[in-house]
């Protein structure tokens, strides 16, 4: 069976596929389940609002957070494909399993690019949020790594 370079080829488009895919779900799950404070603004539309994107930062939201998910699928896809035990065997499998990088990768992204309390998680889309949350759930306690303005 040899098919090397034809199949790597494949591994990046599916893993591209899956990637699309994952996007879209956490593109739906973004507008579903806004974060706190954000007005129903996905994750990846408020991270662009906050490089001044203005009035495109909608369309620049969505083309990056499809840009993102497509390049994560390729990547694991190639990854995958490269160590043969993880190998997909069949086009659902790899499909899936870029999918299943798309949403983790994904939702690292978002935490990362969002202020966070540490003492229990939560992210926020503004610093001033993050301090009233702290303030009403945690009865004032300094919140570590926010300094007060
Ligand atoms: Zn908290």
Do not use: Y
């Amino acid at each position: 069976m040899k098919q090397e370079a034809g199949s790597s080829l494949k591994a990046v488009f599916l893993g591209m596929a899956g990637g699309l895919t994952a996007a879209a779900i956490m593109g739906a799950f973004a507008i579903l389940v806004p974060l706190p404070g954000s007005g129903g603004v996905p994750f990846f539309v408020l991270a662009t609002e906050q490089m001044g994107l203005g009035s495109s930062s909608f369309f620049a939201g969505w083309i990056l957070h499809f840009g993102t998910g497509a390049a994560i699928g390729a990547i694991f896809g190639l990854t995958f494909n490269t160590f043969r035990r993880l190998r997909s065997s069949t086009v659902g499998h790899s499909v899936r399993m870029g999918i299943v990088a798309g949403v983790v990768v994904g939702r690292f992204l978002r935490e990362e690019g969002l202020p966070m309390c540490e003492i229990c998680g939560a992210t926020f889309t503004s610093r001033q949020l993050l301090k009233d949350h702290s303030q009403a759930v945690h009865l004032g306690k300094r919140v570590q790594g926010i300094s007060a303005p």
